[in-house]
């Protein structure tokens, strides 16, 4: 499967902890977005890497996420300390060229829930 | 800055009716338009997009949507609707002035018998 692949597919954690989550893009695409869905909301964007280079924080992203994409290939998303509001779905995408317009592929997604 | 807004959270229709689901859309600069789909544990998926050529456009599995600059509206459609149409669909709104990308609440289908 060449498509865009998130690890772990779930993750329960306990309140205060530390989780970190993983994105592998399609191999030739050189943006990479991560975005976060809540039940009944539709995905918001929290940031983007244009192949290593972070170019976009949302102002939802807290000093307590960190992402990164250090030789422009896959992503890694922390969040440190984590809340019960941090709960929620993590989405990985993927796209091919310069701009917001072109196609953007999603993965599965990372089911984060913080008890 | 732009924003979208999805007019229904739920919609209903019998299968082989019209589907109709709407999207209206603010924005400083000339928009691009999408819309995705996402199906029960499955990956978000483009149906079809707008960025600036016909404004009527076509996309997989019999959808289109035409983009109305005057009612700010990218409504979309499919004649005849299918068992596996039952989704949840996003419109979605971006330039390329700012590459912010703004989805919408999401449209949830359901198909009747």
């Known amino acids: 499967d060449t498509g865009v692949s998130q690890d772990p597919r779930h993750k329960i954690t306990k309140r205060g902890q530390n989780v970190t989550f993983r994105c592998d893009p399609i191999s030739e695409h050189n943006r990479l977005y991560w975005y976060r869905q809540t039940l009944g909301q539709g995905p918001e964007f929290l940031t983007y890497?244009?192949?290593?280079?972070?170019?976009?924080k949302s102002r939802l992203l807290s000093d307590r996420f960190s992402a990164e994409r250090p030789k422009g290939s896959f992503s890694t998303l922390e969040i440190q300390r984590t809340e019960q509001g941090d709960s929620a779905m993590y989405l990985c995408?993927?796209?091919f060229g310069q701009g917001a317009l072109n196609e953007q592929f999603f993965g599965p997604g990372t089911r984060l829930t913080v008890l | 800055a732009q924003s979208v807004t999805q007019l229904d959270s739920h919609v209903s229709v019998s299968e082989g009716t019209p589907v109709l689901l709407r999207c209206n859309y603010s924005?400083?600069?000339?928009?691009?338009l999408f819309w995705y789909v996402q199906h029960p544990n499955k990956g978000l998926q483009l149906l079809l997009k707008y960025t600036s050529a016909a404004t009527l456009v076509k996309g997989i599995n019999g959808f289109e949507a035409e983009f109305k600059k005057s009612e700010t509206s990218f409504h979309l459609t499919k004649p005849s609707a299918h068992m596996s149409d039952a989704a949840e669909y996003f419109c979605?709104?971006?330039?390329?002035?700012?590459?912010?990308?703004?989805f919408g609440k999401g449209t949830r289908l359901h198909i009747l018998p």
């Open positions: 979605v709104v971006t330039t390329n002035r700012d590459d912010k990308i703004i």
């Open positions: 995408a993927s796209s």
């Open positions: 924005s400083s600069y000339s928009p691009s």
């Open positions: 890497f244009q192949n290593e280079a972070q170019l976009e």
